[in-house]
């Protein structure tokens, strides 16, 4: 490796992690100067390079690969929350507003500084959630007080709505439960 400003570094037998395995030289030299965390590389000259398969532990700037879940599939049921998206009939839509514009943070902050700060409010249960037994009984256990063990590997009941009226969802005899 040549430094823009004088002099070089070698390095021998040094194991590097790759994201994949199909990267070229040039790509594999510039997460080598990334990992090392250098500045005013000029060149890097690669030789004997092996690409050798085993698990990636991460390296800067490359995420490790995660581990295998032993229980199985997790699914993600998160969702992006937006301006008006209908949560549940009744219940208030989020909104989004401005608090301070780019245009009004240039006058409080120094020269080329600038940035936006939205309100954002929605209730409690948009988007993805869970109902705790506060939810329903006031002196109930909130999402704090429920052990995580009691939240996971539970038995699922699957139902696929196939048809809904202005009045809600009605159940069809087409609906499946597994």
């Known amino acids: 490796m040549e430094f823009a400003n004088g002099g070089r570094l070698t390095a021998e037998e040094f194991r590097l992690d790759l994201p994949r395995p199909d990267l070229s030289n040039e790509q594999i030299a510039e997460l080598f100067?990334?990992?090392?965390?250098?500045?005013?590389?000029g060149r890097v000259q690669?030789?004997?390079?092996?690409?050798v398969k085993e698990a990636h532990k991460g390296s800067r700037g490359i995420a490790a690969a995660p581990a295998p879940n032993p229980r199985g599939q997790l699914v993600d049921l998160s969702h992006t929350i937006s301006a008006g998206l209908l949560t549940y009939p009744g219940?208030?839509?989020p909104t989004v507003h401005p608090h301070l514009t780019r245009e009004?943070?240039?006058?409080?902050?120094?020269?080329?500084?600038?940035?936006?700060i939205d309100i954002i409010t929605f209730a409690g249960n948009t988007g993805t959630y869970l109902d705790t037994p506060y939810h329903r009984y006031a002196d109930g256990a909130d999402l704090a007080d429920l052990e995580l063990e009691t939240l996971v590997d539970l038995p699922l009941e699957l139902f696929r709505l196939t048809d809904s009226t202005e009045r809600g969802f009605q159940r069809r005899p087409s609906m499946t439960a597994t």
Do not use: D, K, M, N
Request: charged fraction near 15%; glycine fraction near 6%.
């Open 33 to 41: 100067v990334r990992h090392l965390g250098l500045a005013l590389v």
């Open 46 to 51: 690669l030789r004997s390079l092996q690409i």
């Open 91 to 93: 219940i208030p839509a």
């Open 104 to 116: 009004a943070s240039r006058s409080h902050y120094a020269a080329g500084t600038e940035f936006e």
